[in-house]
């Protein structure tokens, strides 16, 4: 059974830095494009950033970029999100899912396995 399981998850001050980790089981991602995404209170889950199987190329959202930075770890089947310079806006749940697809896809429907979610919450 394929399992995701994120983590380092969440409270600090804005300005302030965390790193999400994902790590799978129950099958190898090496082969595949991953992704996180993220959903505030009353809003839609929205794309973040994704990584391609390789870790050759990235793409993120505008708002993100220059602040996060996704990257993998193929042997150990886990993928990461680093968040600098953190503001109240990116307080969410933030969600690693895997893409079966070809590409950098930013449609969460483009992604067939999803992790459980960890809170970052973000003071001002």
């Known amino acids: 059974q394929v399992q995701l399981v994120e983590s380092g998850g969440g409270l600090v001050q804005a300005g302030e830095s965390l790193r999400l980790s994902c790590a799978a089981s129950?099958?190898?991602?090496?082969?595949?494009?991953m992704g996180w995404f993220r959903q505030a209170p009353g809003k839609e889950r929205e794309f973040v950033a994704a990584?391609?199987?390789?870790?050759?190329?990235?793409y993120y959202t505008d708002s993100v970029k220059g602040r996060f930075t996704i990257s993998r770890d193929n042997a150990k089947n886990t993928v990461f999100l680093r968040m600098n310079s953190l503001k109240p806006e990116d307080t969410a749940v933030y969600y690693c899912?895997?893409?079966?697809?070809?590409?950098?896809?930013?449609?969460?429907?483009?992604?067939?396995?999803w992790g459980q979610g960890t809170q970052v919450t973000v003071s001002s």
């Open positions: 899912a895997v893409s079966v697809v070809a590409g950098l896809p930013v449609a969460a429907a483009r992604y067939a396995y």
């Open positions: 129950g099958r190898t991602f090496s082969s595949y494009t």
């Open positions: 990584i391609r199987w390789s870790g050759d190329y990235t």
